[in-house]
């Protein structure tokens, strides 16, 4: 699937934001990518799924999995298009695991799917739990790569999109200097 659609496809969905915003990190960006707003839209998450399912068909996955929770959504999606099991790791005591009796078999042959990476720490946790099964990591598909490629994993990626956002450190920001306000997403209830 080409990036401008699937862009487009964040934009329309109300998904590809921009202002002024705080990340996790505590970092401030020009644009946030808001990827709930694509993941409640069953006819667009299906769309962006069966893009993963055609790209990695070839690698013949036998479980599909990601991290709770927008993973969760694009492994299942996957899956059913790959005629496959979905799975899906979430976090015991601060730990990323697999829990209520999921499996992956040394013989498996898993595709890892996230839905924003920045840095990919969070995903490098999920291989780490995938390798100590013995199983065959196949590939990983990223919904968006905020980090523009930079982040690595050791496997073939596959990103949907691919973005390069700017970043500030909050005593340096020219939005801050600017006094555009500064958004919280996902904490206030507006994004």
């Known amino acids: 699937m080409q990036q401008n659609i699937v862009l487009d496809l964040f934009r329309d969905?109300?998904?590809?934001?921009?202002?002024?915003?705080?990340?996790?990190?505590?970092?401030?960006?020009?644009?946030?990518?808001?990827k709930?707003?694509?993941?409640?839209?069953?006819?667009?998450?299906?769309?962006l799924c069966k893009a993963f399912a055609d790209h990695f068909a070839p690698q013949e996955p036998t479980v599909v999995i990601g991290p709770m929770t927008g993973?969760?959504?694009?492994?299942?999606?996957?899956?059913?298009?790959?005629?496959t099991k979905s799975i899906f790791t979430e976090r015991v005591d601060?730990?990323?695991?697999?829990?209520?009796?999921?499996?992956?078999?040394?013989?498996?042959?898993?595709l890892i799917l996230e839905d924003v990476v920045t840095?990919?720490?969070?995903?490098?946790?999920?291989?780490e739990v995938v390798k100590d099964t013995g199983a065959t990591i196949v590939g990983i598909g990223l919904l968006v790569d905020?980090?523009?490629?930079k982040a690595q994993f050791g496997f073939p990626v596959y990103a949907l999109m691919t973005l390069d956002v700017q970043t500030f450190e909050p005593d340096s920001c020219p939005l801050c200097r600017q006094g555009i306000p500064l958004i919280?997403?996902?904490?206030t209830g507006k994004t």
């Open 146 to 149: 905020r980090s523009g490629g």
């Open 119 to 127: 840095t990919g720490g969070s995903l490098m946790e999920v291989i």
């Open 71 to 83: 993973g969760i959504i694009l492994a299942f999606e996957t899956a059913r298009n790959l005629g």
């Open 13 to 34: 969905a109300g998904a590809f934001l921009e202002g002024h915003f705080l990340l996790t990190s505590g970092l401030h960006s020009p644009h946030y990518i808001e």
């Open 94 to 110: 601060g730990k990323m695991m697999l829990r209520r009796g999921f499996e992956i078999k040394p013989d498996d042959r898993v």
């Open 184 to 187: 919280k997403p996902g904490r």
């Open 36 to 47: 709930f707003r694509v993941l409640e839209r069953p006819e667009i998450t299906a769309r």
